[in-house]
T-cell receptor, first 116, second 115 residues
C-alpha cells in the first residue's frame, strides 16, 4: 500500500538556521502531498500542500516541492524561529471508496527543536 | 464555529472497561474521519463517514471498536473491553465536499491511557 517515509528525528537547530526535513513516498497513482504540524498540546494543523507534480506549497516561510521523479516532498525553511518547534508530519492522500473521499497516510513525524 | 472539538481530552481507564469518545466536526462538513496515533508515530486511519454512512473501515478497527455518526453530525467512537494496546491518541478530522483537494481539519484529540 501507499506509504510515507520521513527523516528520523529529533532535529535540533539554532535560531535562524536553515531547515530541511526529508520526506519520500510510495504510491500508486498521483496523490496530493501535505505537511502537517503539531504544536505541543494541540491537534494537527495543515502547514502546506501540493496537489500535482512540480507544484510548490508554501506557508509561513516553509516550502516544499512535489517531485514526482524522486517521489519526494522535502520541507524547507530558510531561517527557523523558536516558535517553529513542533512535530512535523509528511502525508499523502489516498482515495477511499468510490465517492472521491480521501484518507491521509502519514509518516512517523519529525520532532523539531529550535534553540535561541 | 471554532473547529473540530473532541471530548474528553484525556481518559484513563482500567483494562476491560468500555470507553466512548465524542467528536463534533465543523458544522457544515459532511465528511468525518477517525485516526489513531501511538507514541512516536504518525496518525493511522481508522474509519470514515460521509454524512451518517460509515463508508470505510481500516483493518486496525477490530470488533471491539465501533463508530457511529447519527444524523450526520457528531460522531462517537466506542472501544469495548479495552486493552493496554489501545492506549493512544484518537484524532477526529472533518472535511467538506468532494475531490482529493479538500482540506481535513483535525481536532485536538482524546488521549486514552489503559492501565
Amino acid at each position: 500500500g501507499d506509504s510515507v517515509t520521513q527523516m528520523e528525528g529529533p532535529v535540533t537547530l539554532s535560531e535562524e538556521a536553515f531547515l530541511t526535513i526529508n520526506c519520500t513516498y510510495t504510491a500508486t497513482g498521483y496523490p496530493s502531498l501535505f505537511w502537517y504540524v503539531q504544536y505541543p498540546g494541540e491537534g494537527l494543523q495543515l502547514l502546506l500542500k501540493a496537489t500535482k507534480a512540480d507544484d510548490k506549497g508554501s506557508n509561513k516561510g516553509f516550502e516544499a516541492t512535489y517531485r514526482k521523479e524522486t517521489t519526494s516532498f522535502h520541507l524547507e525553511k530558510g531561517s527557523v524561529q523558536v516558535s517553529d518547534s513542533a512535530v512535523y508530519f509528511c502525508a499523502l492522500s489516498d482515495r477511499i471508496g468510490v465517492q472521491g473521499a480521501q484518507k491521509l497516510v502519514f509518516g512517523q513525524g519529525t520532532r523539531l527543536t529550535i534553540n535561541p | 464555529d471554532t473547529g473540530v472539538s473532541q471530548d474528553p481530552r484525556h481518559k484513563i481507564t482500567k483494562r476491560g472497561q468500555n470507553v466512548t469518545f465524542r467528536c463534533d466536526p465543523i458544522s457544515e462538513h459532511n465528511r468525518l474521519y477517525w485516526y489513531r496515533q501511538t507514541l512516536g508515530q504518525g496518525p493511522e486511519f481508522l474509519t470514515y463517514f460521509q454524512n451518517e454512512a460509515q463508508l470505510e473501515k481500516s483493518r486496525l478497527l477490530s470488533d471491539r471498536f465501533s463508530a457511529e455518526r447519527p444524523k450526520g453530525s457528531f460522531s462517537t467512537l466506542e472501544i469495548q473491553r479495552t486493552e493496554q494496546g489501545d492506549s493512544a491518541m484518537y484524532l477526529c478530522a472533518s472535511s467538506l465536499g468532494s475531490g482529493l483537494k479538500r482540506e481535513a481539519f483535525f481536532g485536538q484529540g482524546t488521549r486514552l491511557t489503559v492501565v
